[in-house]
């Protein structure tokens, strides 16, 4: 099936710890997305990459680190996990360029405890 | 009817009925605008589109209008059904800036049988 596909789909771990969030997409998108959703369900975008090179970083801590091994996969590292870090993370893609929708994988839900 | 609090705002309707729902964008200089539909446990699912220099586009029972002039913009969904219960999101976009996509806060529709 042509999607955007992230793994793990839930994560529970503790504070201070190191985790990555993965992120395939089959539709020969150029550009991929993190986005987190917290408590009310609202979406912010935190990066934007496009070929491989990263366009938007947006005010996130700088223990979020993406990675693009290449246009078809950007993958999430968070560094020394905090309580705030709790939410549902979404990974998403478009073709390159205005007017066009951004496909959204089915998210990952990072509980910290 | 239609509830704004705390929480996400909520539209509640009975099956069959038609359902509008409505967003403020923030941008007047916004040139294309997507309407969301997030079921529980998935990501953002595109539903229908529209472009600046049009103000109504229609889709498979739904309907999108398009007021610059307020920057109103509304999803109407005819004859509802419960598999229409999901959290509906409008976003915009800019093709002078960085064409990422600004979402809205989101509402939750809720259709009883």
């Known amino acids: 099936d042509t999607a955007v596909s992230q793994t793990p789909k839930y994560l529970v771990t503790q504070m201070g710890n190191d985790k990555s969030i993965k992120c395939e997409q089959n539709?020969?998108?150029?550009?991929m997305y993190w986005y987190k959703q917290d408590s009310k369900k609202f979406l912010k975008i935190m990066f934007s990459?496009?070929?491989?090179?990263?366009?938007i970083n947006e005010t996130v801590p700088n223990r979020f680190s993406p990675k693009s091994p290449d246009k078809a996969h950007l993958n999430l590292h968070i560094n020394s996990l905090e309580l705030g870090d709790s939410a549902v993370y979404f990974c998403?893609?478009?073709?390159?360029?205005?007017?066009?929708?951004?496909?959204f994988g089915d998210g990952t839900r990072l509980s910290i405890l | 009817g239609e509830s704004v609090g705390l929480h996400l705002p909520t539209l509640s309707v009975q099956e069959g009925d038609n359902s509008i729902i409505n967003c403020a964008y923030s941008?007047?200089?916004?040139?294309?605008f997507i309407w969301y539909k997030q079921e529980s446990g998935k990501g953002p699912q595109f539903i229908i589109d529209?472009?600046?220099n049009m103000d109504k586009r229609q889709g498979q029972r739904v309907t999108v209008l398009l007021n610059k002039t307020v920057k109103h913009l509304s999803l109407q969904i005819a004859a509802t059904q419960p598999g229409d219960s999901a959290v509906y999101f409008c976003?915009?976009?800019w093709g002078g800036g960085s064409y990422i996509p600004t979402f809205g806060r989101g509402t939750s529709l809720i259709v009883h049988p």
């Open positions: 976003a915009e976009n």
């Open positions: 941008n007047s200089a916004s040139d294309y």
């Open positions: 529209i472009r600046s």
């Open positions: 539709l020969g998108h150029d550009t």
């Open positions: 990459y496009n070929n491989k090179e990263l366009i």
């Open positions: 998403a893609s478009s073709p390159t360029g205005n007017n066009q929708p951004q496909h």
